[in-house]
T-cell receptor, first 115, second 113 residues
């Protein structure tokens, strides 16, 4: 149980393109979803916390107009990287929880490469 | 604030060797402690957890004991396999803090046949 699916797993696109990444909880309703960014050989950096039906809470230093998060249902959150540039290339990972004080369950990540 | 410190890698072992990856933490509240594993090109998988002092989390031959007196949660396995090669992250979450995880820097484990 507690499967989180992330799509796409890999995307390559030109500079200036906007890219949408989906995070779905397949067999549970996720009260909260989290978005992380991971640079090569580094740990995960929390970008934002997303609750269904409300605005995401962004961590300090994360541009909310650059990284748009929508959490329209209890099973789907999306991260849109707007007007992506090469410096946005990274591994993006989402996670979801089944309830308060429950462990986070992670998706398999999306590798974004901006040319 | 909250922080997690784990030993830097890479850790290179031969198959069937004993594994220890050290993890220590500081927390403002009473944390739950986790070990996550990340295989190449994938997201994180929860390996084990412990929610209170002296609890031992275990899974797939790995184990870690929540030591409040030493603020540690070291990961151990008696006999590693090549398939255990991955990056291991120690993490904590403080109760009633929005389920936010604080991660250590990760330790890459390489097991050679």
């Amino acid at each position: 149980g507690a499967v989180v699916s992330q799509h796409p797993s890999w995307v390559i696109c030109k500079s200036g393109t906007s890219v949408k990444i989906e995070c779905r909880s397949l067999d549970f309703q996720a009260t909260t979803m989290f978005w992380y960014r991971q640079f090569p050989k580094q740990s995960l950096m929390l970008m934002a916390t997303s609750n269904e039906g409300s605005k995401a809470t962004y961590e300090q230093g994360v541009e909310k107009d650059k990284f748009l998060i929508n959490h329209a249902s209890l099973t789907l959150s999306t991260l849109t990287v707007t007007s992506a540039h090469p410096e946005d290339s990274s591994f993006y990972i989402c996670s979801a929880i089944t309830g308060v004080n429950q462990p986070q369950h992670f998706g398999d990540g999306t590798r974004l490469s901006i040319l | 604030g909250n922080s997690v410190t784990q030993m830097e890698g890479p850790v290179t072992l031969s198959e069937e060797a004993f594994l220890t990856i050290n993890c220590t933490y500081t927390a403002t509240g009473y944390p739950s402690l986790f070990w996550y594993v990340q295989y190449p090109g994938e997201g994180l998988q929860l390996l084990l957890k412990a929610t209170k002092a002296d609890d031992k989390g275990s899974n797939k031959g790995f184990e870690a004991t929540y030591r409040k007196e030493t603020t540690s949660f070291h990961l151990e396995k008696g006999s590693v396999q090549v398939s255990d090669s991955a990056v291991y992250f120690c993490a904590l979450s403080v109760h009633n803090a929005g389920n936010m995880l604080t991660f250590g820097g990760g330790t890459r484990l390489m097991v050679k046949p």
